[in-house]
């Protein structure tokens, strides 16, 4: 992850985090521009949301739907792969 100084734009480095729940963290960081800013400052990073979901996610939802279809289009539909 590639963090950058709000107030220069400069590369930043991150110095340490703190947890504040099981997907949110703030992280410390420091400007690597010390010449010309030299700011400390802190992000909250968060997780938002899936692109893809775990695997084994998905064939749980699968398996919960088919179980809850009649067996005859259960059939149909492993047949139509």
């Not at 991150?14 to 997907?23: A, E, H, M, N």
């Not at 420091?30 to 938002?48: D, I, L, M, P, R």
Request: proline letters at 6%; aromatic letters at 8%.
């Amino acid at each position: 992850m590639r963090v950058y100084c709000p107030h220069c734009e400069s590369k930043a480095v991150i110095t340490s985090r703190q947890k504040l729940s099981t997907s949110v963290f703030d992280i410390y960081c420091s400007c690597t521009n010390v010449k010309e800013c030299g700011a400390t400052f802190v992000y909250v990073v968060a997780y938002k949301h899936d692109l893809n979901p775990p695997r084994g996610d998905v064939a749980r939802l699968a398996a919960g739907v088919l179980k809850n279809i009649p067996k005859p289009m259960q059939i149909e539909l492993l047949e139509d792969n």
